[in-house]
Antibody
Framework: EVQLVESGGGLVRPGGSLRLSCAAS????????MHWVRQAPGKGLEWVAN????????NYVDSVKGRFTISRDNAKNSLYLQMNSLRAEDSAVYYC???????WGQGTPVTVSS | QSVLTQPPSASGTPGQRVTISCSGS????????VNWYQQLPGTAPKLLIY???QRPSGVPDRFSGSKSGTSASLAISGLQSEDEADYYC???????????FGGGTKLTVL
């Protein structure tokens, strides 16, 4: 069974950092682009970043460029999102998703508040 | 404001057919394929339609997708109470070099 499990979310103060992880299983992780997508409370989905199969190409939404870094470790079947200089507007449930946004993990909540 | 425009809400009675639109531009829907997702309350989104009109295995044929020019549509026939959910479209945008989601449509089954 294809499965994605996120972890690492929590409460962090504005300006702080957090590293999210996504553990993949049930498929050949190194064959797929991977995404991070977030959803603020009561709001819609917002694509955050993606990374190529070999990690050599990444893309980001403008609002996180220079603050967030997506990475992967194909040997560990894991995807990461390093989030620095966090702002209140980054508060959301963060999902990882495989290439065509299928499937999705269950999400990990991030709250940025003082 | 989302790059892809969806109506915020839609509704129908059981058994009816409803359609949800997703309007974009030549830099996204006009030149790229569209996927559709269903998000039931409190759960992660689930893929319903990919490549404009393809259904993954396990998705009922009551769900169908289409695309014309810079717009796409999701149709749900034989509406059921369990279809009450939020629905999102997504496409790659060449100008932004971003994936862009529609704002989402909340479907209510009356």
């Amino acid at each position: 069974e294809v499965q994605l499990v996120e972890s690492g979310g929590g409460l962090v103060r504005p300006g702080g950092s957090l590293r999210l992880s996504c553990a993949a299983s049930g498929f050949i992780f190194s064959n797929y682009w991977m995404h991070w997508v977030r959803q603020a409370p009561g709001k819609g989905l917002e694509w955050v970043a993606n990374i190529k199969e070999d990690g050599c190409e990444t893309n980001y939404v403008d609002s996180v460029k220079g603050r967030f870094t997506i990475s992967r470790d194909n040997a560990k079947n894991s995807l990461y999102l390093q989030m620095n200089s966090l702002r209140a507007e980054d508060s959301a449930v963060y999902y990882c998703a495989r290439e065509r946004f299928d499937p999705w993990g269950q999400g990990t909540p991030v709250t940025v508040s003082s | 404001q989302s790059v892809l425009t969806q109506p915020p809400s839609a509704s129908g009675t059981p058994g009816q057919r409803v359609t949800i639109s997703c309007s974009g531009s030549s830099s996204n829907i006009g030149g790229k394929t569209v996927n559709w997702y269903q998000q039931l309350p409190g759960t992660a989104p689930k893929l319903l339609i990919y490549d404009n009109n393809q259904r993954p295995s396990g998705v009922p044929d009551r769900f169908s997708g289409s695309k014309s020019g810079t717009s796409a549509s999701l149709a749900i026939s034989g509406l059921q109470s369990e279809d009450e959910a939020d629905y999102y479209c997504v496409a790659w945008d060449n100008s932004l070099s971003n994936w862009v989601f529609g704002g989402g449509t909340k479907l209510t089954v009356l």
